[in-house]
């Protein structure tokens, strides 16, 4: 394999990651949602029942896109809206059975993904890769202005 450059990181990881929303788009059709629609799922399953701001600062779209998402996936029986305890305007999303169930099996879909992605690669380079990309993350966080809540 060729020696890659520093200047070659953001391409690489670019590629990375439209390759395996691609890939993953493709081994998740069977269930019927888009990938902007597993997206927002996989984030009302981890963030528990998460308002529709929160969900559109999560995703970095527009909350009026997350509001259409949101009504095609309730429509869907994959979500359901349900009001905040404190306050009145702001409702919560939370993930239907159906959702849940098809949640644990997109997960067993990613984990393939990911080994197919990883051919080749050692258990020592997995670990290398991850505490780099986790570093990364971190360095790259830590230079972003604090965020004004939206809730």
Request: net charge neutral; glycine share 4%.
């Given at each position: 394999m060729?020696?890659?450059s520093i200047e070659d990181l953001g391409i690489?990881?670019?590629?990375t990651g439209r390759l395996l929303r691609k890939?993953?788009?493709?081994r998740g059709q069977a269930f019927g949602l888009s990938t902007a629609q597993w997206r927002l799922l996989v984030r009302v399953v981890?963030?528990?029942?998460?308002?529709?701001?929160?969900?559109?600062?999560?995703?970095?779209?527009?909350?009026i896109s997350v509001s259409?998402?949101?009504?095609?996936?309730?429509?869907?029986?994959?979500?359901?809206?349900?009001?905040?305890?404190?306050?009145?305007?702001?409702?919560?999303?939370?993930?239907?059975?159906?959702s849940l169930a098809a949640y644990s099996k997109i997960k067993a879909v990613a984990a393939d993904l990911f080994e197919d992605?990883?051919?080749?690669?050692?258990?020592?380079?997995?670990?290398?890769?991850?505490?780099?990309?986790?570093t990364m993350v971190a360095n790259l966080s830590e230079s972003l202005p604090a965020a004004e809540p939206v809730d």
């Open positions: 060729k020696k890659t690489l990881i670019h590629d890939n993953f788009e493709r981890r963030e528990r029942d998460p308002t529709q701001a929160r969900l559109a600062e999560l995703m970095e779209i527009e909350p259409r998402l949101i009504d095609r996936m309730e429509q869907g029986g994959w979500v359901k809206r349900s009001p905040h305890e404190t306050d009145r305007r702001v409702k919560r999303v939370v993930p239907t059975d159906k992605a990883l051919q080749g690669v050692d258990e020592e380079q997995r670990e290398v890769l991850m505490t780099a990309l986790v």
